[in-house]
C-alpha cells in the first residue's frame, strides 16, 4: 500500500473532505454507499481504508464503527473529527495484512476508494471475508477502470490530458501515477480491469449489484462493487 503519499496529503485531504465529503463524495460515491448499507442501527461496521473518517458521522447510529487505515497522519484527523464513543475504535494497520479483529465481526464491511491503492488484493479480500457475518454486505467502491480507459480512446486521436500520467492500454494492468486530490497532488496507483475486481472477490462473496456512476453522462468514473457473504 502507498503509505507515504496518505501521510503526505493528509492536511490537504482533510481539509478537503471535511466534516461532510468532497462534490464527488457527497453528490456520486456516499449515496451509493449509504443505499447499500441500509440501516446501520445496531450493526458493526467496518470501515477499511478509513481516512479522515468522515464516513462516520453519515452512518445511522452503528452499534459500533471500526476505522482502519494504514496512514497515521489520516487516523489522527479521524480521532480529532469523529466523536469519540465507546462504539467507535480506530485501529493502525495494513489492511492487506491479517488483522486482529474477531472473524465475523462485521455486518457492514466498507472500502471507500482505497482498493485502487492497493498493490495486491488477495489480502484485502481475506480480510473482507473473515470479517463479514453471514449474511452481511461488503461495499466496494473505487475510481471506474473505464475513467482511465476514456481518457486513453481520447490520447489514441490526438487529444492529451493532464490527468493521467502514465499512458497505457486498459489492459495492461500495474502500477501508475496520475495527477489527483483535486490536482494538487502526484499519486500512484495499481490499474485494473473490471474484471480483474469481480474475479478477485467471486470466490468467496457473491456479487449483488454492480454500479456505475457517471459524472457528465458520457464519461464512466465511480464504480460499486456490492458483495454479500453467504
Known amino acids: 500500500m502507498s503509505t507515504n503519499q496518505w501521510d503526505q496529503y493528509a492536511d490537504l485531504v482533510d481539509e478537503r473532505i471535511g466534516d461532510g465529503g468532497d462534490a464527488l463524495h457527497t453528490k456520486y460515491i456516499d449515496p451509493l ?20 473518517g468522515y464516513l462516520y458521522n453519515k452512518l445511522p447510529s452503528p452499534g ?3 476505522g482502519i487505515d ?16 465507546p462504539s467507535t475504535f480506530f485501529m493502525l494497520s495494513d ?11 462485521a455486518d457492514v464491511v466498507i472500502c471507500n476508494m482505497v482498493v485502487q491503492y492497493l ?11 473473515t470479517l463479514l ?3 452481511g454486505t461488503a461495499i466496494v467502491v473505487l475510481d471506474h477502470p473505464g475513467h482511465a ?36 497532488a502526484k499519486l500512484t496507483y495499481y490499474h485494473r480491469t473490471v474484471a480483474a475486481y469481480v474475479n478477485a472477490f467471486s470466490g468467496s462473496l457473491r456479487l449483488d449489484q454492480m454500479q456505475e456512476v457517471s459524472e457528465d453522462g458520457e464519461m464512466p ?10
Open 149 to 184: 480507459l476514456f481518457m486513453r480512446a481520447q490520447e489514441l486521436v490526438g487529444k492529451t490530458n493532464s490527468k493521467f500520467i502514465t499512458s497505457a492500454s486498459y489492459f495492461s494492468e500495474g502500477l501508475r501515477e496520475k495527477h489527483s486530490l483535486w490536482g494538487k
Open 33 to 52: 454507499i449509504l443505499t447499500h448499507a441500509g440501516d446501520t442501527t445496531g450493526k458493526t461496521v467496518v470501515d477499511l481504508g478509513c481516512g479522515n
Open 133 to 135: 457475518a453471514s449474511g
Open 64 to 66: 459500533s464503527y471500526i
Open 221 to 230: 468514473r465511480i464504480l460499486g462493487l456490492i458483495w454479500r457473504k453467504p
Open 95 to 105: 489492511i492487506t495484512k491479517p488483522l486482529a479483529l474477531k472473524p465475523g465481526v
Open 70 to 85: 494504514y496512514s497515521a497522519q489520516l487516523l489522527e484527523k479521524a480521532k480529532n473529527r469523529t466523536k469519540v464513543l
Open 119 to 129: 498493490p495486491s488484493l488477495g489480502g484485502l479480500v481475506s480480510n473482507v471475508v
